[in-house]
């Protein structure tokens, strides 16, 4: 079986697994953690495509994440689009508007390229904020998002939502998943790690970068579309510089080597928040030492520590066969 | 005595979520408290960290002495109030969460939404989907109520309304201008939703009442803005005869300290919403002399026995003066505490929402002893608006003078109509 049949296998399951929550009649709170977790985890998951993926450490992701929800859930107020195509509608702008700022944004290295997208994300945000009368300013988007049936499904449902944002959540990590181990993803490495080489093998190294802005922008724009579903609403602050800093924050709890370890650092975040907030307001000093804990003990997310004393184990235990066969072979001789 | 989760951390509270913790570890799944037999929960999202953490505090404080009472005097049917303090941050998207969880993990039977404005827009949204009773304690935005496209049957507010403060304060900001000759008016007020369409009203309002009144500058600085040498610099050039602000909280407080050292207040009338307000009053270094000041919550307004009283008590009980938020929440708890009265203690939302329709509560905080939850909009009216001028210590306002209601209530429908919520 080939890598690609064995992850697209791993991603069924994970989908039935996800499947089973309300099938095993988990309490709703749980639901709901999960559907939060799975917007979120599409953010920082998007988000280390970039980072993890292609050494592009963009500041203001978290404006594809507005732009998904504020796309759909307009799409969706404006009572002319079924779900699917409102869908669509708020990827493809996603995807245009990531074409633009990416454009601009991925000509330039480092701290350059982190602030031009920081900037790019508080001129979305402002925007949000000052045209009132479209999006309703600070105040978001008020009023709920309709949600007409489609193909049977009724999302108004909060069980038929938890599947239909299982599946979408599956779905969009599969895609990432191929991204990052086809060709195009070896690519990203490149890049990452020298993007000069990779220019001089005649790669285009801004098509590839502004390809990958755009992939990573479409996976964001699906998280803020799960989210707005899932609180009825968009607010700006999905499209504020603090939002960006959370995933971040995601990626540096979980790990940014492992290809689910974003994914791993939205569960800890998340975690931590809804228990914390259950003890104590002071929610930022308990993260904020987790995070400590990290950077100065671990120096890197505890899915990447996992991997890397796997890999050390693997090796061990390779060498370890070695030796007994180079041992074997000198008795033989002698 | 009402039992509060949330608050400081104990060793047994810290044991208890390290234990929760694990739990969460093994399952995968957040930890799901079970509901405490026999007690009414109250679920109450709000923001309890930041910089409008005082929000938070005064709401729960205002809450407290409330359901303290009620527990006091046995419950109903021997089942007493157990509030459930969440700390939403203030983002909409987590008040949606928290408010979620309180009904679905903690099983909070009411919800108390004692969140600002954006958050309170959430809140709703759940509570359009749930379906239990909720009173929005805090949210000062008009159309929460008002516009009937957001209306959700099991839904009330207690705040006070935008609309009705820009009414009540263009009626008396209009007469001092006619007395005074203010003709040429300057605003300053913070720059997003709240602070444009309070001070879009108040001057639409003003104009409605004095023809002569014309805005000749408006001056729109950031939320939690620092520095506000730049805006005083622009007020003072505009040479203005008065000047509006809806800047509230700490934004307030560093405006006046600043706008103190270049003597705005002595150059021209100001009238300001949010001065008269604890923790805006005596955290200002100099308080201005002088300064019309909108009426939020202050121990001699209205001068009773009753307010002093509520007064005394809540600062003995919290050891922190009470806010405009502590009496929107304490109105809101009493409206609880007798519709659970009333349902024999039925927590039903479609039950306690038909008994608080159009209920009117005797009230130190109405302008007739009581206040009633209008039915045809579930907002609170007759509660006390209007203006006095402020002193530079205690009680920090003279001369104050509510607004009469009728006015009020017959623009309010002429504004209605004009965007459209009433034909």
Same mark, same amino acid.
């Given at each position: 079986?080939t890598s690609r049949w064995r992850d ?36 920082a998951m998007s988000l280390n495509l970039l980072i993890g993926y292609t050494g592009l450490v963009s500041f203001g992701h978290?404006m594809f ?29 996603t995807a245009l508007m990531a074409l633009i700022v990416g454009a601009i944004c991925v000509r330039l290295n480092e701290i350059y390229f982190a602030f031009l997208t920081l900037a790019f994300q ?39 939502? $938890? ?9 969009c990590i599969a895609i990432l998943r191929q991204v990052v181990t086809s060709p195009f993803g070896y690519t990203l490495r490149m890049i990452r790690d020298n993007q000069e080489r990779a220019a001089f093998l005649g790669i285009n190294v801004t098509m590839v970068k502004l390809a990958c802005f755009v992939i990573s922008a479409c996976i964001a724009g ?22 960006s800093?959370?995933a971040i924050?995601?990626i540096l709890?979980g790990g940014s080597n492992v290809f689910l370890g974003p994914?791993?650092?939205?569960? =800890? ?30 120096r890197k997310g505890?899915l990447d520590?996992?991997a890397e004393?796997?890999e050390n184990?693997r090796q061990?235990?390779a ?16 | ?170 009626? +008396? ?31 639409? $309002? ?176 007759? +509660? =006390? ?39």
């Open positions: 079986m697209l296998g791993l991603a069924g399951l994970g989908l039935v697994l996800l499947l089973l929550v309300p099938v095993f009649g988990a309490p709703p709170a749980i639901r709901d953690f999960i559907m939060f977790g799975m917007a979120y985890g599409l953010l978290a994440f507005a732009a998904g929800a504020y796309a759909f859930g307009l799409a969706m107020q404006s009572g002319k689009f079924s779900i699917p195509a409102a869908f669509v509608l708020a990827i493809g702008f508080m001129l979305f945000y402002n925007i949000i904020l000052g045209w009132v009368s479209f999006t309703g300013g600070d105040q978001g988007l008020m009023g709920g998002i309709p949600r007409p049936k489609f193909l049977g499904i009724d999302l108004a449902d909060r069980t038929q939502l $938890y599947v239909f944002c299982s599946v979408a959540f599956v779905v699906v998280g803020g579309i799960l989210l707005t579903l899932f609180v009825s609403g968009a607010y700006p602050n999905f499209g504020f510089w603090t939002t800093g959370e924050f995601m709890l994914l791993a650092g939205t569960v =800890i975040l998340r975690l931590l928040n809804d228990i914390t907030v259950s003890y104590t307001s002071h929610t930022e000093l308990v993260l904020g030492i987790v995070i400590l804990v990290l950077v100065l003990g671990l505890p520590l996992l004393r796997w184990r061990a235990a060498q370890a066969i070695r030796d007994a066969a180079d041992k074997d072979a000198a008795k033989g001789g002698s | 005595m009402t039992s509060i989760e949330s608050g400081r951390a104990s060793r047994r509270r810290v044991l208890k979520g390290a234990g929760a913790m694990a739990a969460v570890g093994l399952v995968g799944a957040p930890a799901i408290s079970k509901a405490q037999t026999g007690a009414i929960k109250i679920g109450v999202p709000t923001i309890l960290s930041g910089r409008v953490a005082i929000l938070g505090q005064t709401s729960v404080g205002g809450l407290k002495d409330v359901f303290d009472k009620f527990n006091a005097a046995g419950g109903i049917n021997g089942r007493k109030i157990e509030m459930v303090v969440r700390d939403s941050k203030g983002a909409p998207q987590e008040a949606a969460k928290v408010t979620r969880d309180l009904i679905n993990n903690d099983k909070c039977e009411i919800i108390l939404d004692a969140e600002a404005s954006s958050a309170a827009f959430a809140v709703q949204e759940v509570i359009r989907e749930v379906g239990v009773l909720c009173i929005h304690s805090n949210s000062e935005t008009s159309s929460l109520t008002a516009d009937p496209k957001l209306h959700v049957p099991t839904a009330f507010r207690t705040a006070r309304q935008g609309i009705h403060d820009a009414i009540g304060g263009g009626d +008396y900001a209009a007469k001092i201008a006619k007395a005074k000759g203010l003709k040429k008016w300057a605003t300053c007020s913070p720059d997003y939703a709240y602070g444009r369409s309070n001070t879009a009203e108040f001057m639409e $309002y003003a104009k409605h009442f004095d023809g002569n009144i014309q805005v000749v500058e408006e001056s729109w600085p950031k939320l939690f803005q620092p520095d506000y040498t730049e805006v005083v610099t622009k007020l003072l050039n505009a040479k203005a005869d008065a000047m509006y602000s809806a800047l509230w909280g700490g934004d307030l407080v560093a405006f006046i300290d600043q706008a103190n050292l270049y003597g705005l207040f002595d150059k021209q009338a100001s009238f300001m919403v949010n001065l008269g307000d604890y923790g805006v009053v005596d955290q200002v270094k100099q308080f201005p002399q002088g300064v019309y000041s909108g009426g939020r919550y202050n121990r001699v307004v209205p001068p009773t026995k009753e307010n002093e009283e509520w007064y005394q008590n809540y600062v003995k009980t919290q050891k922190h003066k009470p806010t405009n938020w502590s009496w929107e929440n304490a109105v809101a708890a009493e409206f609880i505490v007798e519709a659970l009265k009333k349902t024999n203690g039925d927590t039903n939302g479609k039950k306690m929402a038909e008994a608080i329709k159009g209920m009117t509560l005797k009230s130190q905080f109405g302008t007739k002893g009581s206040v009633t939850m209008r039915a045809e909009d579930n907002t609170l009216v007759d +509660y =006390i608006i209007g203006y006095g001028v402020s002193l530079s210590k205690e009680p920090y306002v003279a001369d104050f003078q509510s607004s009469a209601w009728e006015p009020i209530f017959e623009l309010e429908k002429q504004w209605k109509k004009k965007q459209g919520y009433i034909s």
